[in-house]
């Protein structure tokens, strides 16, 4: 309770005293929701392949919007294959190149023996 008391005696003293405390609480509340909605849009994207931060800044600016056009677009699968390579989900055929688990024993588009990789 002491934090946001002192919290909101700096915000006072910042914005000036023609905001009482519920007006600032009511702005903090506005700042939060804002920062939630980018956040939300920005995940709902990353999901997707897209980039977080350019996405955020969408949803922070134009959240109904951007978070509607965030669940309509489509997947970026190059974006999202390249990712699972680097966090090491998934792993490239030697004979055919295409992407499979790294669990995998036999490759399921060419059918070649995938060597263990350790």
Do not use: H
């Not at 023609?18 to 956040?39: D, N, Q, R, V, W």
């Not at 190059?78 to 055929?93: F, H, I, T």
């Not at 030697?94 to 024993?105: G, H, Q, S």
């Amino acid at each position: 309770m002491v934090l946001t008391t002192e919290f909101l005696s700096l915000t006072m003293f910042l914005l000036g005293p023609t905001l009482g405390p519920t007006e600032l609480i009511l702005i903090l509340i506005l700042i939060l929701f804002i920062y939630l909605c980018g956040t939300s849009t920005a995940r709902v994207a990353y999901k997707k392949g897209r980039s977080y931060w350019g996405w955020f800044t969408l949803g922070f600016l134009f959240f109904p919007l951007a978070l509607i056009v965030a669940f309509i677009v489509p997947k970026n699968q190059a974006v999202l294959d390249e990712r699972s390579l680097q966090l090491g989900e998934l792993q490239r055929c030697p004979f055919c190149t295409e992407l499979v688990k790294v669990e995998a024993v036999k490759c399921r588009f060419c059918g070649g023996d995938i060597p263990e990789s350790g």
